[in-house]
């Protein structure tokens, strides 16, 4: 089975498909969205997408981790991590998708 990625250049084509704008405007608008999303996110304001998802910055503390190949303790530094929280309708729509694939 082979997956794909979406891009940055998939969701413009969707918006000049759907909506009518040019090329150059529907990818000016989608850069724009994400921009949004990434600036809202590095002032650790929550992003939340109706029907989607929400997307949150966490702070983890410096903890103690190990080298699984040596065995070394090594200090973890402290860091904000990107957590993406999937909607109840996002997965419902997800575990629909599954029903007849057999997984």
Do not use: C, H, W
Not at 18 to 40: F, H, I
Not at 50 to 79: A, C, D, Y
């Amino acid at each position: 089975m082979t997956r794909k990625t979406v891009t940055r250049a998939d969701l413009a084509e969707v918006v000049y498909e759907t909506v009518g704008l040019s090329r150059t405007e529907s990818a000016e608008l989608v850069e724009r969205v994400l921009d949004l999303v990434a600036e809202a996110l590095v002032r650790g304001e929550n992003v939340k997408l109706s029907s989607f998802g929400s997307f949150q910055v966490r702070s983890k503390n410096e903890r103690i981790g190990r080298n699984p190949k040596t065995g070394e303790e090594v200090p973890i530094l402290p860091r904000q991590v990107l957590v993406f929280k999937p909607s109840n309708v996002l997965k419902s729509k997800i575990n629909k998708s599954m029903v007849g694939t057999g997984k």
